[in-house]
C-alpha cells in the first residue's frame, strides 16, 4: 500500500522537478548576479573582456542547461517505463513536456547572462 | 442489488437530514461546500460593489482637470480602497467560492476534505472584509495604496490607524485564503468519484489544483510581509526603516514576490471556466488536454519568475531586469496555448451560440489586448516611460476584468441555472453585454494614450495645460456605460433567479457530473457516488442522474448519521477509503469571532489584552479535534457496489494527513521569505552593518540542536511503539518534553544573546527567525500533548495511529526550520564581518 | 500647401494625421520624445503598437472562423492549432521583440563612459524636487527647476529624504525611483534647447498630484553662465 502511494505522488513531483530546476536556477542566478555586483566581482579581470562576475554567472547558465536537459531527459522516459497504465503514461507525459518547456524556459529568462550588463 | 435500496425520494429524505444545513440561528453552523461557497461568491459581489462605486467616485474625480470633487486625502483612501476591495475582498473570495461550490459536483464527490475549515475561512474573510468596509465608513481607510508602499505606510508618515487596518484586516482575509487554498489542493488530490484517475478529471479540476497550489506559494510571502510590517509600526522593529538597517525594497519584493502570481492566481480559475464552458458550446471535448496541462504547469512556475517587472524603475541592474523581462515574455506562451486549445476546440467542433458564449468572444477580445500590452510593458525601457502611468491602469485592467470579469459574468449565466434550478425568463443579457463590452473599452483603451501622454497614476487632478482632459472625460463617460451594464446583469440575475423558468436537469447538453445532479443541487450532491470509467467531461448526465439518485452507485445509503464520501489514490483515482465528514458546528464561527476579537484589539493597540482573544481562539481550535476519530477499531465498511473499504481513520494517508503536508508547503514558503530577509538586507540594505551582533557562546545553540533533533527521534520511536500495539507514551511525553526544552532554550537565546530587536533590523530579523523556531516548537508540542490525550482517550491504537502519525511531518519540520533558523542567526555575524572585509 | 488644399487632397488622410499628432503631443507625451532614450522608446512603442494591432486583428480573424466556419478551421488537426499558434507564433514573435528591447535597453542604460556626462542631483521630498549640480564650481541650488544642457547626455543622481518617489520627463526618457538610502542615475538627454515638463510618478501621499518639476535644457555656452551664477532665475 504504502510503495502505491509513494508512486503515485512521485509522478506529481516528476511533473514540477523540471521547473523546481528552473526555479533553482533563476534563483541561483539572480542572487549571484546581485552578490557579484554588491562584492564588485565584475572588477576582477580573468582574460580579456571576461570578469570574474560574468565567468560565474555564465558557468551557472550553463550548469542550469545541462541540469535541465538531463532532467528532460530522464522525464522523457517516464511514459515508457513497464508496467505504466493509462494514468502513468499522461503524467508521463506531462512530466516530459514540462520538462522541455522549462529547459527551454531556462535558455530564454536565463540566457541575458551572455550579453547583458551586470551592475548597472 | 436493487432490493435493499430505499426508492430514491426516502433516500433523498435520509440523506438529506444528515446533510442538510439547518435553518434560523443554525445556519451559522453550516458547513455544506454548497453553502459556503454560496455564501463566499454572494459575499464577494456585494464587495464588487462597493469596490465598483469606488471606482464610479474615481472617474467622477478624474473627469475634468483640478477637480474638487473629493480631496487628496479621501482620494487616497478611495483609490486604495478600490484596489484593495477588488483584489483581496473580490477577485480572491469568489475564486474560493466557485471553487469551493463547484469541485465536488464536477469530481463527482458530496463534499470537500475540510468543511469546517472552509466554513472558518469563510468567516474569516466576511470579519476580515468587516473590518475594512467599517475603517472605510468611518473615514480611517488605508490610504498608502494597494501595495502599500513603505516608508509611506509606515508610522512616521502614517501615523493613524489606517495602514493597520489594511495590514490586520487583509491578513485576516489571507487566513481564508491559505486554509481554501489548502482544502482545495488535498479535496482534489484525495476526494474524488472512484475511478477517476487524473487523466480523467475534468479540467476545471486541473486548473484549480493549479491554482491553489499557487496560492499556498504565493500568498505566504504577503502575510510574512504584513506581519514584519505590523510589527514595524506596532513594536518598533526597523524592517523596512532605512535608518536602522531596513529596506524599503524588502517590502516591495515580498509584496510582488505575492502580487504578481495573484494576477494568475486570479486569471487561471477563470481560464477553467472558459475550458469548462467552451467545449459544451463547440459541442465536442476540449482538445489539447494534456497540451493544457502542461501549460497550466509552466504558468504556475513562471508566474513566480515575473515579480521584479513591477520594480523595473528601483534601480535594480539591467541584467536582472533582463531575466524579469525574458520571463514575462515567455509566460505569454502557455497562456496562448491555451487559447489555441480553445480554438481548435471550436474548429474541431459544432459551435452553437449562447449567452455564456458571447461573454467568452468579450473574453478573448479583451484579454487578448490586455496580453498584448502586457508584452509591452514586459520590455525594460518601454516598462521605464510606461510604469506607474495610466497605461499600467488600462493593461491591469484589460488583464483582470477581460480575464477575469468576462469568463466570470460567462460563468454566471451557464451555473446560475444550477444554482438556482431555473433557467433565463429575458434576455437582458444581449443589452448588458453590448453596455459592458462597449462601456469598458471606452473607459480603458483610452486610457492607454492617456499615460502614454504622460499621465501618472493615483493622481487625483491634473493640470489643464497637460492636455489629458477630454481623455478623462471618455474614459469617466464609458465609466458610467461600463456601471449601467453591471446594474443590467444584477437585474437579469435578480429576474432569472425569481421568475426564470424551472429546469430539472442539464439545460446546456453539457457532459461532466455536475448536470447528472437534480438542480438546484441537494446538500449531499449525490444520493450515491458515480464510478469513472472515461474522461469526466465526455459523461451522459442524462443516463448517469438517475442511476445516481435511485442509489445504484458507493454509499447510496445513510449510516449511522455519518457524512460520508470516499477517498481515492491520488494519481489513479482507485477507491482507497471511505471518509467520514465532521457534522454541522458553530466551532468554526466562534474560532474566526475569537480571531477577530484578537485583529481589534491588535487594531486598537490593545497589544497584551489581544493574547485573550487569541488564547481562546487556540483553544477553540483545539475543540474541533473532539468530533473527530474513534475509540475502537471498526474495520471495514460496506460501501456498496458489492465492495468494502476501510474507514479514513483507520488508513495511512487520509486526506487530514495530505493537509499537514500542504499547510507545512504554505508554512515553508513564509519561512523561505523570512529567511530571504536578512539576506537581502545584509546584501543592499544601506545602514549596514550593525553595531552589535549576537554574543552567544556555542553553548545554548549546541543545546538547541540537541533538543531540536532528539523530538523527532522519539516522536517516530512512539509512532513505531504504537504500530506494536505498544504503549507510546513515555516516547510521547519525551518528545513534548524535548520541545519545550528547545522553546525555553530559544527563549534564552533570543534574550541573552540578541542585541535589542527594535536597534537594527539584523538584530529584528534574527528576532524573528528565532520566534518564529519558538511558535514552531510551542505548537509540536501541543501537538505531542494532543498525541498523548488521544492514547490516554482511547482514540489510538495500532491501526488508529493517524493522531500520532499527522504530527512525524510537522515534528520533522519544526526541527528542520530550527537548525536553518539558528544556523542562520549564528552565520550572519559572520556574513557582516566577511562582507566588510571584503568591500 | 495650406490647410484647405490638404483636406481637399487627401481629407481623411489628413484628419488623422491631425488627429493623431494632436493625440500624441503635450508637455508630458512620452510620444512626443525630445531626446535619444525616449525617442528610441517611442520608436519601440509604434513597433508594438504595429504589431500588437496585426495580431489582434489576427486573433479575431481566427476565432471568428473557427467558430462560424468550423469546416474550413478544421482543416488543420487540433495539434497544429496548439502547436503552430500557441507556440511557434508567439515564439517568434516574442524572441525578435526580447533581443530588440535588450539591445535597446543595454544602450540606456547609465553605464560609465569614457567621457564622464555632466552629473545633477535631484532630491526629492514630500512633495518638492530640489536640484543641485555638484559639477558645477558654485554650489548651486534650484526648486522644481532642472537646469541641463541641451545635446549631451546627463546624469540624474535621484534620491528621497522620506518616502519613495519617481523622477520621470517623458520626453527626455524613463523613470527611476527615488527610494531612501539608495541612489539611482538615469541617464537623460534633450536634442533642443527647450522647457520640458516632469512629474513625480511614485504615489508618495497626500501631495503626489501637485508634485510638478520643468527641466531646461539650455545652450551649452547658457548653461555654463547659469551654473556660473550669472542669471539670477537659476536661485529661485
Redesign the interface.
Known amino acids: 500500500?504504502?510503495s502505491?502511494?509513494r508512486a503515485?505522488?512521485s509522478?506529481?513531483v516528476w511533473?514540477?522537478s523540471g521547473?523546481?530546476a528552473?526555479?533553482a536556477a533563476?534563483a541561483a542566478?539572480?542572487s549571484a548576479?546581485?552578490?557579484g555586483?554588491?562584492?564588485?566581482w565584475d572588477e576582477i579581470t580573468i582574460f580579456g573582456s571576461i570578469d570574474a562576475h560574468r565567468l560565474l554567472?555564465i558557468g551557472l547558465f550553463l550548469l542550469a542547461l545541462f541540469a535541465s536537459a538531463v532532467l528532460a531527459r530522464l522525464c522523457a522516459r517516464l511514459p515508457h517505463r513497464i508496467r505504466a497504465?493509462?494514468?502513468?503514461r499522461?503524467?508521463g507525459?506531462?512530466a516530459k513536456?514540462?520538462a522541455w518547456?522549462?529547459l527551454?524556459?531556462t535558455l530564454?529568462?536565463?540566457?541575458?547572462?551572455l550579453?547583458?550588463?551586470?551592475?548597472? | 442489488m436493487s432490493g435493499r435500496v430505499a426508492t430514491p425520494l426516502r433516500l433523498h429524505r435520509q440523506l438529506n437530514e444528515i446533510w442538510a444545513s439547518g435553518r434560523g440561528v443554525k445556519r451559522l453552523a453550516a458547513v455544506n461546500h454548497s453553502v459556503i461557497g454560496t455564501r463566499f461568491m454572494i459575499t464577494a459581489l456585494i464587495f464588487f460593489g462597493i469596490g465598483g462605486l469606488l471606482a464610479m467616485l474615481i472617474r467622477a474625480q478624474l473627469a475634468t482637470s483640478r477637480s474638487a470633487f473629493i480631496g487628496p486625502d479621501l482620494y487616497n483612501q478611495v483609490f486604495t480602497m478600490h484596489g484593495t476591495i477588488m483584489m483581496f475582498l473580490f477577485a480572491i473570495p469568489m475564486f474560493e467560492g466557485m471553487a469551493i461550490y463547484l469541485l465536488p459536483k464536477l469530481l463527482g464527490t458530496r463534499d470537500l476534505a475540510f468543511p469546517r475549515l472552509g466554513a472558518f475561512g469563510y468567516w474569516c474573510y466576511l470579519f476580515g472584509g468587516a473590518i475594512l468596509i467599517a475603517a472605510m465608513l468611518a473615514g480611517a481607510a488605508p490610504d498608502s495604496g494597494w501595495f502599500m508602499y513603505t516608508p509611506l505606510s509606515s508610522s512616521a508618515f502614517t501615523p493613524g490607524v489606517n495602514a493597520d487596518v489594511w495590514l490586520l484586516g487583509i491578513t485576516f482575509v489571507e487566513i481564508s485564503a491559505v486554509t481554501a487554498a489548502v482544502e482545495l489542493v488535498v479535496s482534489i488530490l484525495k476526494i474524488r468519484a472512484p475511478g477517476m484517475?487524473?487523466?480523467r478529471m475534468p479540467i476545471f479540476g486541473w486548473y484549480v489544483l493549479v491554482t491553489a497550489g499557487m496560492m499556498v506559494l504565493g500568498f505566504p510571502p504577503l502575510i510574512l510581509g504584513s506581519i514584519l510590517l505590523e510589527l514595524e509600526r506596532a513594536f518598533d522593529l526597523p524592517f523596512f526603516d532605512t535608518a536602522r538597517g531596513g529596506d524599503a525594497l524588502l517590502w516591495q519584493h515580498l509584496f510582488w514576490l505575492f502580487g504578481h502570481p495573484e494576477v494568475y492566481i486570479i486569471f487561471l480559475p477563470a481560464a477553467g471556466a472558459v475550458s469548462t464552458i467552451l467545449p459544451v458550446f463547440a459541442q465536442r471535448e476540449l482538445t489539447g488536454y494534456?497540451?493544457v496541462?502542461?501549460a497550466l504547469?509552466?504558468l504556475?512556475?513562471?508566474s513566480?519568475?515575473l515579480w521584479v517587472h513591477h520594480m523595473f524603475a528601483v534601480g535594480i541592474?539591467?541584467?536582472?531586469l533582463?531575466?524579469?523581462?525574458?520571463?514575462s515574455?515567455?509566460v505569454t506562451i502557455?497562456t496562448a496555448v491555451q487559447i489555441f486549445a480553445w480554438i481548435a476546440t471550436l474548429a474541431h467542433g459544432r459551435p452553437r451560440f449562447d449567452i455564456p458564449m458571447l461573454w467568452i468572444f468579450g473574453f478573448l477580445f479583451v484579454f487578448i489586448l490586455g496580453g498584448l500590452t502586457g508584452v509591452m510593458l514586459a520590455m525594460v525601457p518601454f516598462n521605464w516611460q510606461a510604469h506607474d502611468t495610466q497605461f499600467v491602469t488600462a493593461h491591469l485592467h484589460y488583464v483582470l476584468v477581460g480575464g477575469f470579469i468576462f469568463p466570470l459574468v460567462a460563468a454566471l449565466y451557464y451555473w446560475l441555472p444550477h444554482i438556482r434550478g431555473r433557467v433565463p425568463a429575458f434576455r437582458l443579457s444581449m443589452p448588458a453585454f453590448w453596455l459592458v463590452f462597449i462601456g469598458f473599452n471606452v473607459t480603458f483603451f483610452m486610457m492607454h494614450l492617456t499615460g502614454l501622454r504622460g499621465m501618472p497614476r493615483r493622481v487625483g487632478t491634473y493640470p489643464v495645460e497637460a492636455g489629458w482632459d477630454w481623455l478623462n472625460l471618455i474614459s469617466s463617460i464609458g465609466g458610467f456605460i461600463l456601471t449601467m451594464g453591471f446594474a443590467l446583469i444584477v437585474v437579469d440575475v435578480f429576474l432569472q433567479v425569481r421568475y426564470g423558468r424551472r429546469f430539472r436537469r442539464n439545460p446546456w447538453k453539457a457532459r461532466t457530473l455536475e448536470w447528472a445532479q437534480p438542480i438546484p443541487p441537494p446538500a449531499y450532491n449525490f444520493a450515491s457516488l458515480p464510478w469513472i470509467t472515461r474522461r469526466a467531461d465526455t459523461l451522459e448526465p442524462a443516463s448517469i442522474g438517475p442511476e445516481l439518485a435511485a442509489g445504484h452507485g458507493y454509499l447510496g445509503f445513510a449510516r449511522n448519521g455519518w457524512m460520508e464520501t470516499l477517498g481515492v489514490?491520488?494519481?489513479?483515482?482507485r477507491m482507497e477509503h471511505v471518509i467520514v465528514l465532521p457534522r454541522q458546528t458553530y466551532l468554526p464561527f466562534w474560532t474566526a469571532l475569537a480571531v477577530a476579537a484578537f485583529v481589534l484589539s491588535f487594531l486598537f493597540s490593545y497589544y497584551w489584552f489581544s493574547l485573550l482573544p487569541l488564547g481562546i481562539a487556540f483553544i477553540l481550535l483545539l475543540c474541533w479535534t473532539r468530533v473527530t476519530g474513534l475509540d475502537r477499531d471498526n474495520g471495514p465498511v460496506v460501501i456498496g457496489r458489492e465492495e468494502i473499504a476501510p474507514l479514513h481513520y483507520e488508513t495511512?494517508?487520509p486526506p487530514s494527513w495530505w493537509g499537514m503536508i500542504i499547510a507545512l508547503i504554505a508554512d515553508a514558503a513564509f519561512y523561505g521569505s523570512l529567511v530571504f530577509s536578512p539576506l537581502f538586507l545584509w546584501?543592499?540594505a544601506p545602514a549596514w552593518p550593525p553595531s552589535q551582533t549576537l554574543k552567544s557562546g556555542m553553548v545554548v545553540p549546541a543545546l538547541l540542536v540537541a533538543t531540536l533533533a532528539a523530538a523527532p527521534l522519539c516522536a517516530r520511536r512512539a509512532v513505531a511503539l504504537n504500530a506494536k500495539s505498544r504503549s507510546p507514551v513515555l516516547w510521547l511525553a519525551a518528545t513534548a518534553i524535548l520541545q519545550f526544552a528547545s522553546l525555553i532554550l530559544l527563549v534564552i537565546l533570543m534574550r541573552t544573546g540578541l542585541p535589542a530587536p527594535t536597534v537594527h533590523a539584523y538584530n529584528a530579523t534574527s528576532f524573528a527567525l528565532l520566534a518564529y523556531s519558538v511558535l514552531h516548537t510551542f505548537l509540536a508540542a501541543v501537538f505531542s500533548l494532543f498525541g498523548l490525550w488521544r492514547v490516554w482517550a482511547g482514540y489510538v491504537s495500532a491501526r488508529r495511529s493517524l493522531d500520532l502519525r499527522i504530527a512525524t511531518p510537522l515534528h520533522d519540520y519544526t526541527a528542520i526550520t530550527g537548525f536553518a533558523g539558528i544556523g542562520l542567526v549564528l552565520l550572519l555575524p559572520t556574513l557582516i564581518t566577511a562582507?566588510e572585509a571584503?568591500? | 500647401m495650406t490647410v484647405a488644399a490638404r483636406l481637399r487632397r487627401r481629407p481623411l488622410a489628413y484628419l488623422a494625421s491631425l488627429t493623431i499628432l494632436s493625440g500624441c503631443t503635450g508637455p508630458l507625451s512620452a510620444l512626443d520624445p525630445a531626446g535619444p532614450a525616449a525617442a528610441s522608446t517611442a520608436t519601440l512603442w509604434w513597433i508594438m503598437f504595429s504589431g500588437a494591432a496585426v495580431l489582434s486583428l489576427l486573433m479575431a480573424v481566427l476565432v471568428a472562423l473557427a467558430f462560424l466556419k468550423p469546416g474550413i478551421a478544421s482543416l488543420w488537426s487540433a495539434r497544429s492549432w496548439i502547436i503552430y499558434g500557441g507556440l511557434v507564433m508567439p515564439g517568434a514573435v516574442l524572441?525578435a521583440l526580447?533581443i530588440a528591447a535588450?539591445v535597446l535597453?543595454?544602450r540606456m542604460?547609465?553605464?560609465?563612459l569614457e567621457q564622464p556626462p555632466l552629473k545633477v542631483a535631484a532630491q526629492a521630498r514630500q512633495w518638492t524636487w530640489s536640484f543641485a549640480y555638484p559639477d558645477s564650481r558654485r554650489a548651486t541650488l534650484s526648486v522644481n527647476v532642472l537646469h541641463i544642457p541641451a545635446g549631451e547626455p546627463v546624469d540624474v543622481t535621484v534620491t528621497t529624504t522620506d518616502v519613495i518617489h519617481s523622477f520621470w520627463v517623458p520626453r527626455l526618457g524613463g523613470k527611476i525611483d527615488a527610494i531612501p538610502g539608495h541612489r539611482n542615475v538615469v541617464r537623460l538627454q534633450a536634442d533642443r534647447p527647450g522647457v520640458y515638463g516632469g512629474v513625480c510618478a511614485e504615489f508618495c501621499g497626500a501631495g503626489h498630484s501637485a508634485m510638478p518639476f520643468t527641466v531646461l535644457a539650455h545652450e551649452p555656452e547658457e548653461f555654463a553662465a547659469i551654473m556660473a551664477g550669472a542669471i539670477e532665475e537659476a536661485r529661485r
Not at chain 1, 497504465?85 to 502513468?88: G, H, L, P, R, S
Not at chain 2, 533582463?322 to 520571463?327: D, G, Q, V
Request: charged share 10%; with cysteine; aromatic share 14%.
Open positions: 500500500m504504502t502505491d502511494h503515485s505522488a509522478l506529481l511533473i514540477c521547473f523546481l528552473w526555479g533563476f542566478l539572480y548576479q546581485a552578490l555586483c554588491g562584492f564588485d554567472l497504465d493509462d494514468t502513468a499522461f503524467l507525459n506531462v513536456l514540462s518547456a522549462a527551454a524556459a530564454v529568462s536565463l540566457g541575458p547572462v550579453f547583458t550588463t551586470a551592475c548597472y | 484517475s487524473l487523466n494534456r497540451a496541462v502542461v504547469v509552466a504556475a512556475f513562471l513566480f519568475g541592474p539591467h541584467m536582472a533582463a531575466f524579469f523581462s525574458a520571463a515574455a515567455a502557455p489514490d491520488i494519481t489513479s483515482g495511512h494517508r546584501l543592499t562582507g571584503f568591500r | 524572441s526580447l535588450l535597453g543595454e542604460i547609465a553605464r560609465p
